[in-house]
Every structure is written in structure tokens, then in C-alpha cells.
């Protein structure tokens, strides 16, 4: 592979962004603990200068790997431009809480919960589960307050995280949102509502088939082939200039203009990032917003949220609707609460609850399927839905990024994390009993 300057990026934005596959970790075996990797304890970037053995700068291709990732999670504006989430001038309303002694209490006890790991035999503590799954940020509300906090790594309370493919989710409820006001029709052709598109894949998709991942379009991300079209995604997405004998496309909406097919649309679920880009587009199409304006108006500015959030772009200031996020904990905490209130929040209602409603029955399990953790789910508006006994839906992102909606028992859960590898499948054996745990314990309060 190339080492110039656009390909090491692209390395590193692929490394970064990318969902579902690995993120290579040091030449050990095991990789360091939570507590033995923890930014702080590594020194990582501390000192004025930081000694050069502890330097993570751009254009390294390896500021996204293990150990480093858990410092550049809460530090991706020092590494790719940025567009801002703005969450308005007016103050903040606060999350409510209980009294500090009932808070105090209260974290005691979730943090000696028990519960079974999927397929374990022993037993482990709610609070030994953010260790395993190294957590950098934990937030839960029950009936709208919150009842736990906690942060850990490089993550503190004014911070902000990388949110990966929970990117996807807020693109895909700004998708949903305009489909139950009127504004986009879900049944149209891709082609029909950007005809750029041209004779790529997606011209023949609906907008629903996009939404929901079910086109039929090419894009592997297998990360050991040099020529895998992830690569070809990231330089195109390279923000830095290309180099000189670069022939190939500019931009995440060139790229998606010559994507080939890989089977038909709408027979099975296939999760691929660049349905979520397609859908950015056609958000922006349709009402003249860029993804990150339109957060910023329909949700950020409407929830209370009291930090701004930030949002990757290409080259050519595109955002990333696939994985660019970064944003606070609570302010994560506050859009799950909007899912939660089916688009109330502060006694504002800022979507039809029809939008949630959708969401979260979920879509057709029969087109899901490989992942075993979540057997019995589905995939819709770019929301992963559990089909569990407590009607569960979350978003998730790489290394371990969770906004879990729990309708049934009336929780709300954020975790941001710098879990060694990206997949998953990796955590959830652990988060998802702990989540129930959790849950069970908050109903029975």
C-alpha cells in the first residue's frame, strides 16, 4: 500500500471509522487492562512538550490503535476537520438528579449488581463489567433522572467522545423524522431524489432499503486486502489533498456515485457505511441542510443539551453521517431520553411519536442475520433493535458505544468506550447481561 501522506490518513480514518472489524492491537497477545492502558497511566501526550516516546500525532496512521485509541477518543478534533453541532445560545436545562446521598447510595448498589456473562459460568459485578469492557463514560436515567455516572480514562465530565457508528442512528432518525412529517417518501428511488447518482448501485434502491441497510450494493471491509473497497472509501474521504497521480473518486458523494451492485435490494440486511452516507445525501437533498445543521436544529438546540457536538468531514466539508461524531455524555443521555419520551423531552415535543414508534418495533428479523449476540433482532432507520421481553433498541458504535433505550423499565443507558478490539461481538456477551441486570434492579426499586 501507498505511504503517502492522503494514504496514511486514510489508513487512519478507516482504522477510526470503520465498523464491525477489528482495530489491530500491539504485537501482545493480551492486551493491556482498562486500568493499565488508561491514558493517564500511560502518559500519553502529557507534558509541555510530551517526550517524544509519548507524542500521538496526525498524520500517524496508528493514532486510532490500541493502546493510543483510549487517549484519541475524546481528542478527534486535533486529528481530522471538524463541523460543529451547535447546541444554540440559550442555557442548558439540566439533567435531574437525586439527592447526593441517594445518588451516592444508589451507585453503591448498581455497582455491586451480579449477573452471568453470556455463555460464562461465573459470576461478575456490574462495576468489574466497565473494566472488562473498558469503559471511558457511564450514564443511566430511570424515569428521566439520572441514577449513575461515572467516568473513566481519558473521558471527564466536560468532555467529549467519539461516538462512532452511533453517527449512523442520528442520521437515521433525522431520516425517519422526515419521512413521518411529510418531507421524504421512503418508497422513492435513490435516483429519483439525487439523480447524480447516476448508474451506481443505489440508483435503483428505495430510500426505505437504504434506511433500513438492506441494499444490494458492493463495499467490503476486509481490512487485510489492500484493495478492499474501505481503502478506496478513505482516501476518497481524505480531507488532505490528494496526491498527484490520484485518479480515483473526491469525496464521500463521488464515491457513492460509482458504487457496483452485490446481490438485490432489499432481501437481506447488510451493514454497510455507505448506506448511511447515501441517506446523509439524500437528507441534504431534500431539505437543503447539511446532516450536521439539521442535528443542531431539530435535536441539539430543542434537547437542552449543554455542549456543542462536532462532526468529521471530507475534503470537500461533507460530514461523515456514517461513525464523524463526537459528543458528550450527558448530551447522549438526553437524546435517549427523547427516544425513550417518543420525541418529548422538557415538555417539548420536538418529532412525532410515530417516529420512535417505527423505530422501535423494529424490522424484519428474517432479513437479519450473523450475529449471534443478538439472535432474535433486527435492523431499522439505522437503529438496532433486540426483540427482547423488554422491547429494547439501541445505537452502537464500535468499540463498545451504546445508547441502550430500555422502554420497560424505564432506562436509558449511555457507555462510551475504547474497547481494545472494534468488534461488538467482543462485548456484548458481558453488556448485555449487565444491561438487563440493571434494568431488573432499577424496575424493582
Not at 10 to 38: F, K, V
Not at 48 to 66: A, C, E, G, H, V
Not at 379 to 385: A, C, D, E
Not at 423 to 430: A, H, K, L, R
Request: hydrophobic fraction near 40%; charged fraction near 20%.
Amino acid at each position: 500500500m501507498s505511504s503517502s501522506t492522503s494514504d496514511v490518513i486514510a489508513i487512519a480514518l478507516a482504522a477510526m471509522l470503520a465498523l464491525g472489524t477489528a482495530t489491530q492491537l500491539s504485537a501482545q497477545s493480551e492486551p493491556l487492562s482498562a486500568r493499565e492502558s488508561d491514558p493517564k497511566v500511560m502518559g500519553w501526550m502529557q507534558g509541555f512538550p510530551p517526550p517524544p516516546d509519548k507524542l500521538i500525532t496526525q498524520p500517524d496512521s496508528n493514532y486510532f490503535s490500541f493502546p493510543k485509541l483510549r487517549w484519541s477518543v475524546c481528542h478527534l478534533r486535533e486529528f481530522l476537520p471538524t463541523e460543529e453541532i451547535s447546541r444554540g445560545l440559550g442555557a442548558p436545562v439540566p439533567l435531574p438528579y437525586p439527592s447526593p446521598a441517594e445518588f451516592a447510595a444508589l451507585a453503591r448498589e448498581i455497582d455491586a449488581l451480579t449477573f452471568t456473562p453470556l455463555n460464562a459460568s461465573e459470576a461478575m459485578t456490574w462495576e468489574e463489567s466497565l473494566y472488562a469492557n473498558y469503559t471511558d463514560g457511564m450514564l443511566i436515567l430511570h424515569k428521566g433522572q439520572v441514577v449513575y455516572e461515572r467516568y473513566f480514562g481519558c473521558l471527564e465530565e466536560g468532555g467529549k467522545h467519539a461516538i462512532m457508528s452511533m453517527t449512523k442512528s442520528i442520521t437515521g432518525l433525522l431520516g425517519e423524522i422526515l419521512v413521518a412529517e411529510g418531507v421524504l417518501d421512503d418508497t422513492a428511488l435513490v435516483r429519483d431524489v439525487i439523480p447524480e447518482i447516476g448508474d451506481s448501485a443505489f440508483a435503483t434502491a428505495t430510500v426505505r432499503q437504504v434506511m433500513d441497510m438492506t441494499t444490494g450494493v458492493q463495499y467490503s471491509e476486509d481490512y487485510s486486502d489492500p484493495n478492499a473497497d474501505i481503502w478506496l472509501y478513505s482516501r476518497a474521504a481524505s480531507p488532505l489533498p490528494k496526491a498527484a497521480d490520484y485518479s480515483g473518486p473526491d469525496g464521500y458523494w463521488e464515491y457513492l456515485q460509482q458504487v457496483p451492485p452485490d446481490g438485490e435490494h432489499g432481501e437481506a440486511f447488510h451493514y454497510k457505511t455507505i448506506n448511511s452516507d447515501m441517506l446523509g445525501w439524500i437528507i441534504s437533498r431534500v431539505t437543503g441542510e447539511a446532516v450536521t445543521d439539521l442535528a443542531s436544529d431539530r435535536l441539539w438546540t430543542r434537547m437542552g443539551a449543554e455542549q456543542d457536538a462536532y462532526q468529521t468531514v471530507d475534503g470537500k466539508g461533507v460530514p461523515f453521517a456514517g461513525g464523524g461524531v463526537t459528543a458528550g455524555l450527558r448530551d447522549l443521555g438526553r437524546l435517549g431520553q427523547v427516544m425513550l419520551d417518543r420525541g418529548e423531552i422538557n415538555g417539548q415535543r420536538l418529532f412525532p411519536a410515530e417516529v420512535v414508534e417505527t423505530i422501535a418495533a423494529g424490522g424484519d428479523p428474517s432479513k437479519f442475520a450473523g450475529f449471534p449476540t443478538i439472535p432474535n433482532g433486527s435492523y431499522t432507520s439505522q437503529w438496532w433493535v433486540f426483540h427482547n421481553d423488554h422491547g429494547a433498541y439501541a445505537a452502537r458504535g464500535v468499540h463498545g458505544q451504546t445508547i441502550y433505550v430500555d422502554p420497560t423499565a424505564e432506562m436509558v443507558l449511555v457507555r462510551l468506550a475504547s474497547f481494545p478490539r472494534a468488534q461488538n461481538g467482543f462485548i456484548d456477551p458481558t453488556s448485555l447481561p449487565a444491561y438487563q441486570a440493571v434494568a431488573e434492579y432499577l424496575m424493582a426499586r
